[in-house]
């Protein structure tokens, strides 16, 4: 037996009797006289202790030659400690050593294995494995388990059933590019890896699984913005015989179950938007509610006094920001080249400060009467020491650069506490988007959702007027997940194809197998899939889904730990038939 106990477990109880433990060296304290090692594993931290007295020579010995990190077995009594440590479970003991084995020496590592490390972010992602024996990384993983786990219980006690589906399969069109695997056997032929098992739970159901789920791993080439990994960790779900309200029920109830079990927040019902509302009032189809800066509009108010942007402009739309009108000039400068700088690309901001002292002041006195600029202040309910913020243009810009400065405020304002938990379900999502670049539509979900009912007569005449059966969880201005009612009728799946421009050739290459199931009595069914790694970093109090990820990819989509992608051998790309096709 290696050891008769962890390192985290033992405390006054145990004084008198005899353990064998394992662990790593974090620290060895020589006294001179005494000397002390902490040594550590996943549990937790014992101290060990060594004196001139007690202890052989030996032994001593062996001590002296060990390093941070080495690897040791001790077996030794517990005894009382004389200055105890009442920040750990272990603090009140320590294990006067008899015996000492040297399991494993160790390098120095590269930095400290501490809560506080001095090692950066590229150095603690190349040595990952010694980063993960630090308490915040090792902690993270360990909840993201336990999130797992509350899930599968959850799912299981709900009937429903875990299927693995293949990973080597064809195109799922999620809004990504795929990535590929050249299949050596089928020459010039590839498969592509996963952006989600979307087709696979549909054919679940049709096979009369009834009710699927899935943790898996999706794969997603896209350019990779902060914080996004190209191989992310799905809650997969599909459900049968379901509506949309179903559904939304089901995954409520999983959400509030985790927010309750984990971080104590009670949420009796999640609130609902439709996205026009949600892009009405927000700008955005994931708004963040933590905090209020609800969209005012003022074109019946600004528009036609003789200000040329505003009178040409198709929206004018403003924010209160509250308690911001001591904003200095300068403030207000900088702030306006913030909208500005291109990742914004709004043409200018215009202000109205409503003064303590009830006076107002804006950048735009020259063209509005102070009654005008009160009406703006009434509508908007501003109080006094408010801050208006103003930017007009086209809808479609104006409305996603308001929404990015209501961001920016809301984190000037330290608004985004992650320690409140606001979730919301965005519904009605638009059928379709219009992609300009490829000048056709494209789905705005995917191309299985299923029109609402009531809209399917505007799929020839306004197809941008159909609304989808399509739904978005959104927590603290994040999406974590989103799903749809599916069709599930091969003719409306071969209409929607042809909306989104594949010619019937084209959808039968690559959906026919789905359009045939449907052919096979294919039950009305739903689902949807959460974002595991952003959901449980979120649940964990951070943002950064990176942290609660064992082996993380960096910016550039790169493992720096095992340094991949890389280049393979000419002999291997012979093999896989690919050789031809590049120019090497
Ligand atoms: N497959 C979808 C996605 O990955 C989720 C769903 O519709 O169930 O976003």
């Known amino acids: 037996m290696y050891r008769t106990h962890n390192c985290g477990e033992l405390n006054e109880s145990n004084i008198g009797t005899t353990v064998t433990l394992c662990g790593w060296v974090q620290i060895v304290r020589d006294m001179g006289y005494v000397t002390w090692i902490d040594l550590r594993d996943r549990y937790g931290i014992t101290q060990l202790v060594f004196d001139e007295e007690r202890s052989n020579q030996e032994l001593l010995e062996q001590v002296r030659s060990l390093g941070r990190e080495f690897v040791i077995q001790v077996t030794g009594e517990v005894i009382e400690r004389s200055s105890k440590n009442p920040q750990i479970p272990t603090g009140g003991i320590e294990i006067l050593t008899k015996t000492l084995t040297i399991l494993n020496s160790s390098l120095v590592p590269p930095f400290t294995i ?25 902690e993270n993983l360990i909840f993201r388990s336990k999130v797992a786990q509350l899930i599968r219980n959850y799912l299981a006690q709900n009937d429903f059933i875990e299927v693995e589906t293949p990973v080597l399969i064809k195109s799922t069109p999620e809004g990504a590019r795929d990535f590929v695997v050249p299949s050596r056997l089928n020459p010039g032929q590839f498969y592509a890896l996963p952006q989600s098992p979307q087709t696979f739970k549909q054919l679940l159901m049709v096979g009369g699984l009834d009710k699927y789920f899935q943790i898996v791993k999706c794969f997603r ?159 908007s309910n501003s109080k006094p020491g408010d801050l208006m913020l103003i930017l007009s243009g086209i809808s479609k810009k104006v409305r996603p650069q308001l929404s990015a400065l209501r961001m920016e405020m809301a984190e000037r304002l330290r608004l985004r506490n992650p320690k409140k938990i606001a979730p919301l379900w965005v519904i009605d999502f638009p059928l379709l988007d219009w992609d300009e670049d490829e000048n056709r539509y494209v789905a705005m979900h995917h191309p299985f959702t299923s029109p609402k009912e009531e809209d399917i007569k505007l799929l020839e005449s306004d197809p941008s007027k159909v609304r989808a059966n399509a739904y978005d969880l959104v927590l603290n201005g994040n999406e974590i997940g989103g799903g749809s009612v599916r069709i599930f009728n091969d003719e409306l799946q071969a209409k929607m194809f042809s909306l989104l421009g594949f010619s019937q050739e084209e959808a039968k290459n690559q959906f026919g197998f789905l359009m045939n199931a449907f052919k096979y009595g294919a039950p009305p069914h739903a689902g949807i899939a959460l974002g595991f790694d952003r959901l449980v970093a979120i649940l964990g109090g951070q943002e950064v889904i990176r942290d609660y990820i064992a082996f993380p990819k960096n910016n550039a989509g790169r493992d720096v730990m095992i340094d991949t992608p890389s280049p393979i051998s000419k002999e291997q790309m012979k093999e896989l038939g690919i050789l031809n096709k590049v120019n090497i």
């Open 221 to 379: 080439d896209e350019d990779l913005r902060a914080d996004r990994q190209p191989e992310f960790t799905q809650v997969d779900c599909e459900m049968s015989f379901v509506n949309q309200e179903d559904i939304i029920n089901t995954f409520e109830g999983l959400t509030k179950l985790l927010l309750k079990e984990l971080i104590g927040v009670d949420i009796p019902k999640f609130p609902r938007i439709t996205y026009d509302e949600a892009m009405k009032k927000y700008g955005n189809d994931k708004p963040d509610i933590r905090f209020g800066m609800e969209f005012i509009e003022f074109n019946e108010e600004l528009k036609n006094s003789g200000f040329k942007i505003f009178d040409e402009a198709e929206l004018i739309v403003g924010i209160n920001v509250e308690n911001c009108a001591k904003y200095t000039r300068k403030q207000l400068d900088e702030l306006t080249d913030w909208v500005k700088k291109p990742q914004i690309g709004a043409n200018g901001l215009v202000y109205i400060k409503f003064n303590e002292d009830g006076t107002i002041k804006s950048s735009v006195d020259k063209f509005y009467s102070e009654d005008q600029l009160k009406e703006v202040l009434n509508k």
């Open 114 to 138: 501490e809560d506080k490390t001095d090692g950066g972010e590229e150095l603690r992602m190349k040595y990952r494995y010694l980063d993960i024996r630090r308490n915040p990384v090792k």
